[in-house]
């Protein structure tokens, strides 16, 4: 049977169905990882020497967000050494967050997840990057790195769990203060006393700190009782501070003292001859030593002075 040259009505439904569909997967391809179709991009490059399983298409995120993706991995040369090239897009909206400083790192989501390329945010002294530069590079979150930690980890775990038990069995068999601790009642009994001799001390303290508070109460009163006295008494010193007649009369005593006194010191009486004239006091003292003289001389030879006769 001759076809005809038309084409029929079904299959041109199903052509622009397959087309649609074709679209939409084109479309949430582009979007899952950042990119649309129509949506311009700058790109980047960063050096690693590991990328962790890193691959083509893998997401670019910034602070937290998805901008991007990686469009390209090889090997290359940074500096005469061999390192791993990796290029990757940046949506034009998120450009104005990165510079040439800001940080690229290889990290993982969550402990199983894929990887994915990770920027960090530029601050306030850095300018937007320049398209196609290369920037530097951040060990960042790769758990790879992280778990390449863990056999040294458990290297030093066993050597803790292995001096724990050293200690643990020197204890047991009685060496050192928690072994006598442990093994030994007279060290715990010792313990114990000192413990109890501590309280008893603790309270005599105590009891010796309430006396002398109290102590000190009671002169605390008696001086406040001295000073009621003192303000409101009829008492000597309560004159001393109040009354002026005393006080004039002190004064007068003084006085007269000071008048008596100079006239002793430059009067011709017999005090201010002793004070002043030193031929009286030469006269004085010759007279006191021929007196004693002669009070020896009496009690030396009694009968030379005085007679007695009973008939």
């Known amino acids: 049977m001759k076809r005809s040259g038309r084409v029929p009505w079904v299959e041109v439904r199903v052509g622009m169905v397959v087309l649609f569909a074709f679209a939409v997967l084109s479309w949430a391809a582009f979007n899952g990882t950042g990119m649309t179709i129509f949506e311009k991009s700058n790109e980047l490059h960063a050096y690693f020497d590991d990328i962790s399983g890193l691959v083509n298409g893998s997401p670019v995120w910034l602070g937290g967000i998805e901008v991007g993706n990686v469009t390209k991995i090889e090997f290359g040369e940074l500096g005469g050494v061999g390192r791993v090239h990796v290029a ?37 002294e850095q300018g937007p990057a320049t398209p196609g530069a290369t920037l530097p590079t951040d060990a960042g979150g790769d758990m790879t790195s992280a778990f390449a930690s863990v056999p040294g980890l458990m290297d030093t775990l066993k050597l803790t769990l292995s001096h724990l038990n050293t200690t643990l069995g020197r204890i047991e068999s ?91 010191d430059s009067g011709p009486g017999t005090m201010g001859k002793l004070s002043s004239d030193s031929m009286l006091y030469v006269e004085v003292r010759d007279v006191v030593a021929d007196t004693r003289k002669l009070i020896d001389d009496i009690m030396a030879n009694p009968r030379k002075y005085f007679k007695f006769s009973v008939f």
């Open 88 to 124: 990757f897009k940046v949506n034009q909206d998120a450009w104005a967050l990165v510079s040439d400083q800001s940080k690229v790192a290889v990290s993982t989501m969550g402990l199983m997840g894929d990887k994915y390329i990770s920027l960090s945010v530029r601050t306030a």
């Open 174 to 264: 009685g060496e050192g203060l928690l072994g006598r601790l442990t093994t030994n009642s007279a060290t715990t009994y010792e313990i114990d006393s000192l413990v109890v001799s501590s309280k008893l001390a603790m309270r005599e303290l105590v009891g010796t700190q309430r006396r002398l508070v109290a102590a000190m109460e009671n002169v605390a009163g008696s001086f406040d009782t001295l000073s009621y006295d003192l303000l409101h008494g009829e008492g000597t010193l309560s004159k001393l501070v109040y009354d002026s007649s005393l006080y004039v009369g002190l004064r007068r005593v003084t006085a007269r003292s000071d008048s008596l006194l100079a006239k002793w």
